[in-house]
């Protein structure tokens, strides 16, 4: 699903990020579609590894698809978002809160296409859950499903269509752009710190 999940993530961003500024004030949609395909990156890790000679193990198995696809590497991938980006003003609890979501987002939406999907609740259950309601054949050069990738357009399309209604076309320009604040250090209060210090001793 390489177009379909950063299509649904939108979708589901330009929502998310409409509610949430509503109760926050804040929102930050572009980590949701940015989180869009962390759960595949377990084909990478694995072929990186492999390189370094390294095998790692998962319940007893070499990293495969869908090692990644469950609660604990969620949860650690926000976590992980969380701390990288509070430096950058950005609050934890809403990194954390956009990146799980992004996260999950990508794991609903191959179970609403795979039957049985993957054990998204390991360590918990090794249970693969799936619900294959759309079914899934890459019939689009081999890369979509172009009846899944229609139904994704036509969401985005309604989502857009709903926040534009409410809110106006302000909100757009939030959607890929982070809104970060770089924290600045001032050469002259480090100067005046360091003689401050010295000047102690």
């Known amino acids: 699903m390489l177009f379909e999940?950063?299509?649904?993530?939108?979708?589901?961003?330009?929502?998310?990020?409409?509610?949430?500024s509503?109760?926050?004030?804040?929102?930050h949609p572009w980590i949701i579609i940015a989180s869009a395909y962390i759960p595949d990156?377990?084909?990478?890790?694995d072929t990186f590894l492999r390189r370094l000679g390294i095998t790692l193990l998962i319940n007893g198995s070499p990293i495969k698809?869908?090692?990644?696809?469950?609660?604990?590497?969620?949860?650690?991938f926000?976590?992980?978002i969380a701390l990288l980006l509070h430096p950058l003003g950005?609050?934890?609890?809403?990194?954390?809160?956009?990146?799980?979501?992004?996260?999950g987002a990508h794991l609903f939406e191959d179970a609403l296409v795979f039957n049985p999907g993957y054990a998204f609740f390991w360590p918990?259950?090794?249970?693969?859950?799936?619900?294959?309601?759309?079914?899934?054949?890459?019939n689009l050069y081999g890369i979509a499903d172009i009846?899944?990738?229609?139904?994704?357009?036509?969401?985005?399309?309604?989502?857009?269509?709903?926040?534009?209604l409410y809110e106006g076309t302000s909100w757009i320009k939030y959607l890929l752009t982070p809104r970060i604040s770089i924290p600045r250090i001032s050469l002259s209060r480090v100067t005046n710190r360091v003689t401050t210090m010295l000047e102690d001793k």
């Open 147 to 164: 009846k899944v990738l229609s139904i994704g357009l036509i969401l985005v399309i309604l989502c857009i269509g709903l926040r534009i």
């Open 22 to 27: 509503r109760f926050t004030g804040r929102e």
């Open 90 to 103: 950005i609050k934890f609890i809403d990194s954390f809160i956009f990146a799980s979501i992004g996260f």
């Open 124 to 138: 918990l259950s090794n249970q693969r859950f799936g619900i294959g309601i759309l079914g899934y054949t890459p």
């Open 41 to 45: 990156i377990d084909i990478a890790v």
């Open 5 to 20: 999940h950063w299509i649904y993530s939108t979708a589901i961003a330009i929502i998310t990020g409409m509610i949430y």
């Open 78 to 80: 926000a976590f992980s």
């Open 65 to 76: 698809h869908g090692s990644f696809h469950n609660i604990v590497v969620l949860l650690l």
